[in-house]
């Protein structure tokens, strides 16, 4: 089975402080993507990776930076955290192209909730 | 307006009930479809793809209608394990080499006994 971690389940830390989530996937898989969710909102994509040192912004990058330096961990930044960053974050990662037939299905990390006072 | 628009809910259906749920998605070249799964605090995981042919899995049926841009899920036999909050997910690119997903805010089902 494909597996994603996320360093934490639950983080509190102060407006200001510098937050670094980390994920790590154990399929050999090239994507990786960082999501939050909010109510009302869905899912939505900060940043995502296809490739070793490679990042690409996704629709709400703004506060956030990724690096990824092994394959398989792929970490979000926040430089400075801020009450408005208070949410759920969510790992993803999927194969670059699919077998023949086969569904590129993102697998997800169980979210850290982070809590920014 | 919303790339990926469903209705919240919560739809409150006794067991053995059928429900559906209809999606919206504005990209009219939009590649692919999927309906996902995310129960109370946990991550989200694929149910299913969506094909325009319609597609079945046991008690769970899923159509597609690009003439109106609309997804559907209708499930079967409601059973109290069903109770969740399915996303609408849509990969708006022919490349599937970065798999980019746009998701829904999902519909909450909430199947009571």
């Known amino acids: 089975d494909v597996k994603v971690t996320q360093s934490s389940r639950y983080l509190v830390k102060r407006t200001g402080e510098k937050v670094f989530l980390e994920c790590v996937q154990d399929?050999?898989?090239?994507?990786m993507f960082w999501y939050r969710q909010d109510p009302g909102l869905g899912l939505r994509l900060i940043y995502f990776?296809?490739?070793?040192?490679?990042?690409e912004k996704g629709d709400i990058p703004e506060g956030y930076s990724v690096s990824r330096e092994k394959k398989e961990r792929f970490s979000l930044i926040l430089e400075s955290a801020s009450t408005n960053q208070t949410s759920m974050y969510l790992c993803?990662?999927?194969?670059?192209?699919?077998?023949?037939?086969?569904?590129?299905?993102?697998?997800f990390g169980p979210g850290t909730r982070l809590t920014v006072t | 307006r919303k790339e990926v628009e469903q209705d919240p809910g919560p739809f409150n259906v006794p067991e053995g009930a059928t429900v559906a749920f209809n999606c919206t998605y504005s990209n009219s070249a939009s590649q692919s479809f999927f309906w996902y799964r995310q129960d109370c605090r946990k991550e989200p995981k694929l149910l299913m793809s969506?094909?325009?042919s319609g597609n079945e899995d046991g008690r769970f049926t899923a159509q597609l209608n690009r003439a109106s841009q609309y997804i559907s899920l209708l499930i079967r036999d409601s059973k109290l394990s069903d109770s969740a909050t399915y996303l609408c997910v849509v990969n708006p690119t022919l490349s599937g080499g970065y798999n980019k997903l746009i998701f829904g805010a999902g519909t909450r089902l909430a199947v009571h006994p």
């Open positions: 990776s296809y490739d070793v040192k490679m990042k």
């Open positions: 993803a990662s999927s194969t670059a192209t699919p077998l023949a037939g086969a569904i590129n299905e993102q697998y």
């Open positions: 969506v094909y325009s």
């Open positions: 399929m050999d898989h090239e994507n």
